[in-house]
T-cell receptor, first 116, second 114 residues
């Protein structure tokens, strides 16, 4: 079974600075999706960015980018020019596209604080 | 589209009462997931459906929990009888099988069992 690990329970960053959140996963599959979700205090889960495993190019969405290292099974999220509104729990998630079930597996989350 | 719709947003009940949480997925999505989130255990998958058929219910805590999906536009999660340890936020989420494959979450139902 796949597992997703986020080794940083909490992180903090100064406003306007850059922060990187770590995520590693374990799988024997070659094709899958990876996601970062954000959960602010409002508790709504919001998709931040997605990456298809067959794509070598790292995904980017405005101030958010990923460093996808397939061989290392690593999928880190970089937030540039951090804003107060970026403060939230961030979850890394894995989705199989090979198995029929296609379950999502979530990491335990990293709580990000943004300091003014 | 209105997104995934869950009701109620908040529910306070007493131990032993039956609780029913409801979910309307995004139209056309063929996967529906129920998650439970607590501070202690994080985000736990309870059950998921594909084309209205339960695929994996191994996350359902015990027989007090049951979930149904009678059609493509409606699902329920029922707890009977409820216990204080069931207090949590319950999320419903839906997805396409195919690309882009992301989960769309509802706003969650916060359950408090006294």
């Amino acid at each position: 079974a796949q597992t997703v690990t986020q080794s940083q329970p909490e992180m903090s960053v100064q406003e306007a600075e850059t922060v990187t959140l770590s995520c590693t996963y374990d799988t024997s599959e070659s094709d899958y999706y990876l996601f970062w979700y954000k959960q602010p205090p409002s508790r709504q889960m919001i998709l931040v960015i997605r990456q298809e495993a067959y794509k070598q190019q790292n995904a980017t969405e405005n101030r958010f980018s990923v460093n996808f290292q397939k061989a290392a099974k690593s999928f880190s999220l970089k937030i540039s020019d951090s804003q107060l509104g970026d403060a939230a729990m961030y979850f890394c998630a894995y989705r199989s596209v090979e198995n029929y079930g296609q379950n999502f597996v979530f990491g335990p989350g990293t709580r990000l604080s943004v300091l003014p | 589209d209105a997104g995934v719709i869950q009701s109620p947003r908040h529910e306070v009940t007493e131990m032993g009462q039956e609780v029913t949480l409801r979910c309307k997925p995004i139209s056309g999505h063929d996967y529906l997931f129920w998650y439970r989130q607590t501070m202690m255990r994080g985000l736990e998958l309870l059950i998921y459906f594909n084309n209205n058929v339960p695929i994996d219910d191994s996350g359902m805590p015990e027989d007090r929990f049951s979930a149904k999906m009678p059609n493509a536009s409606f699902s329920t999660l029922k707890i009977q009888p409820s216990e204080p340890r069931d207090s949590a936020v319950y999320f419903c989420a839906s997805s396409f099988r195919a690309y882009p494959g992301e989960l769309f979450f509802g706003e969650g139902s916060r359950l408090t069992v006294l």
